[in-house]
């Protein structure tokens, strides 16, 4: 029973479009995060939210937008996709954002862009 | 700058062998790192994490020792399983984000 759900799991988008990452939590954690990983590099850390506001961004463009309408949803909005945006999209959460907390992450979006 | 560090990109053994994945950390100060494992079509998950009162974390047979002295946090376990094929990630949390180390892939053979 997923507690970190991601929607859709599948993701095809042409380039130039835009499109929305869905990410739930049923933790009650109160840190979430966006993680990215590209096929053959490390994951990487895009953004952190903590009680609905943004704490770090990592993401150097701006098409890149996270969206946090309730406190267990953080949702990723892309624009003006590219070919080399095609990653795996993970989602992740925390109890709070301290120092030494277990991160727990959802299964990922898989975003290939053509 | 701050930084994880595995060497090794893939390590094959055979089942039943010990298994050492290195992991090494560049840091101003006593970090606390992770090991995050992550198998194939799955999610990353946490394998273990380091304490501050230098107690050696175990889990699923596997453990890990923080070593300040050689900036270290190697993952270690006595004798591999087919079943422990998959990715594996140092993490050290820095400024509340995980800073990935690269990933070793580790792959068990009969």
């Known amino acids: 029973d997923p507690k970190i759900i991601q929607k859709p799991k599948y993701l095809v988008a042409v380039t130039g479009s835009e499109k929305i990452l869905i990410c739930e939590q049923y933790l009650g954690h109160n840190a979430m995060y966006w993680y990215r990983q590209s096929a053959k590099k490390p994951l990487e850390f895009m953004f952190s939210?903590?009680?609905?506001?943004?704490?770090d961004n990592q993401t150097a463009s701006s098409r890149f937008q996270p969206q946090s309408s309730k406190k267990n949803h953080l949702d990723l909005q892309i624009t003006a996709l590219k070919p080399d945006d095609s990653a795996t999209y993970f989602c992740?959460?925390?109890?709070?954002?301290?120092?030494?907390?277990?991160?727990?992450f959802g299964k990922g979006t898989r975003l290939t862009v053509v | 700058g701050d930084s994880v560090t595995q060497t090794e990109g893939l390590v094959t053994l055979t089942e039943g062998l010990p298994v050492m994945l290195n992991c090494t950390y560049q840091?101003?100060?006593?970090?606390?790192l992770f090991w995050y494992v992550q198998h194939l079509n799955e999610a990353p998950k946490l394998l273990l994490k380091s304490f501050t009162d230098n107690k050696r974390p175990e889990h699923q047979g596997f453990h890990a020792t923080l070593h300040k002295s050689s900036s270290s946090f190697h993952l270690q376990k006595s004798s591999a399983q087919l079943s422990d094929s998959a990715l594996y990630y140092c993490?050290?949390?820095?400024?509340?984000?995980?800073?990935w180390g690269s990933g070793t892939k580790l792959i068990i053979k009969p």
């Open positions: 840091s101003t100060y006593s970090p606390f």
């Open positions: 993490a050290w949390d820095s400024n509340y984000q995980l800073i």
């Open positions: 939210y903590s009680y609905q506001k943004l704490m």
């Open positions: 992740a959460s925390s109890q709070d954002l301290d120092i030494n907390t277990e991160v727990f």
